[in-house]
């Protein structure tokens, strides 16, 4: 039997809220002072409560986790096909759900958090600017927002930056951008150029006009009609692209430097030369789409410096602000150039709080020494898959660049991705289906990609099982 020391000025402990944690001494004692300053009465009662068991603590998670999915079920839209954990906390690449289980993260919650989960210096960036201004609207000026702007001008291509909420509507504002260019442009045509041309597996967002340029005709196909006048290539394929890029028709081609949700597929050099060469013929504008490959995952800061083509637009997202809803449209001046007030705009972009978590993310990512770790751990991760899984049967093939890998399977990657998961190791689907997409934290360690491959390989017999199916 345990005796409780309880604080009339604290409530005791609900059950529900218990977690596997260190207490924090300093807290602790900083809980039973009073507002007064002097310290708070407590008492000492023997309640009869015996300390709860490891085995009890997880039974109350399970309860938890439960009454979570039951209520989620009632109460969300029901647009996610959620995998069955209730994940309450994480640090580094760990995360730990409600019955204390650890997790291996190789998600980074979609490619997202590249500093991984708890950051001390994203938290210090956060906490710092709640405290002294969240949110103004883009009717003033804030410091954080034009800090990090001039920041993206100075490590980019580009002279200007807009600033958005998320990858999808970064797309969107470049539609606009690119629309706006042909008709400032061409002041006396009667119809200036309005058409997109996109490609084969590629992914841009689930809004109007970014869900236009996506080929997956299951996500088009509930909407229609959507925006008109996209059209698809094979991606890669140069010549059948070269008779689409037509002047006077063409206002923007979109393409992914390397596909993620598509498959982890990457670009050569050779077609991406070929894009710019045909826009600038055409008079059309060359949209990089970098919301999952950019900003370090490649080793190297922007995906296409690797490939020593620049676009006239770039959009990004994904792990800009460490977790927190960003987006952003970087262009060349001559784009940006033809936009006026009130061409567009929006409420909460280029907030202060978000913008000052996006430059403790780009002060770190940034750094030289940082993305060449990444580059190194990259090969490393690549190595470690050929070596334990590269002589599976249903292994086709292991690609990608720097921390953003795909394993291509001959069959559905979903048996084997619920396996990870139940042995404490999160990673995605891509492509039909069929490809495991791995996108870590980029600041994950050599020991934890080890131990990564080390589950994989381990529950590849997982495919035997499931390949008929």
Known sequence: ????????????????????????????????????????PTVRMSLGVEAPSNAAAKSLGALKGREVVETEARVLVGTYARSPVVLESGKGCKLYD????????LSSGIAVNALGHGDEDWLKAVVEQAGTLTHVSNLYYSIPQVELAKRLVDCSFADRVFFANS????????????????????????????????????FHGRTMGALALTSK?????????????VTFAEYGNIQATKELIQPGKTAAVFVEPIQGE??????????????????????????????????????YL???????????????????AGGLPIGAVLLTERVASCMAYGDHGSTFAGSPLVCNAALAVLDKISNPNFLSSVTKK???LK???ERKLGKNPHVKEIRGFGLIVGIDLDVSATALVDACRNSGLLVLTAGKGNVVRLVPPLIITEQELEHAVEILSKALPVLDENGSQ
């Open 1 to 40: 039997m345990t005796s409780l020391y309880v604080s009339l000025k604290t409530p005791t402990f609900q059950p529900s809220n218990l977690r596997r944690r260190r207490l924090n001494p300093e807290r602790e004692a900083a809980a039973a002072v009073g507002i007064d300053g002097r310290r708070a």
């Open 98 to 105: 409600v019955e204390g289980r650890e997790y291996l993260d």
């Open 167 to 202: 990858g999808t509507e970064a797309n969107e504002a470049a539609i606009k951008f690119a629309r706006k260019f042909q008709r400032h442009s061409h002041p006396d045509a009667k119809e200036p150029a309005t058409e997109f041309v996109a490609f084969t597996n590629c």
């Open 217 to 229: 005709e299951h996500y088009r196909t509930p909407f229609q009609p959507v925006m008109p006048g």
């Open 262 to 299: 598509g498959g982890i597929y990457s670009a050569t050099k050779e077609f991406l030369q070929f894009l710019r060469q045909a826009c600038d013929d055409a008079g059309a504008l060359l949209v990089f789409d970098e919301v999952q490959c950019g900003l370090g995952r490649t080793g």
């Open 302 to 320: 922007w995906a296409h410096e690797a490939y020593g083509v620049f676009p006239d637009l770039m959009t990004l997202a994904k792990p800009l």
């Open 378 to 380: 990259g090969l490393y």
């Open 383 to 385: 190595d470690l898959l």
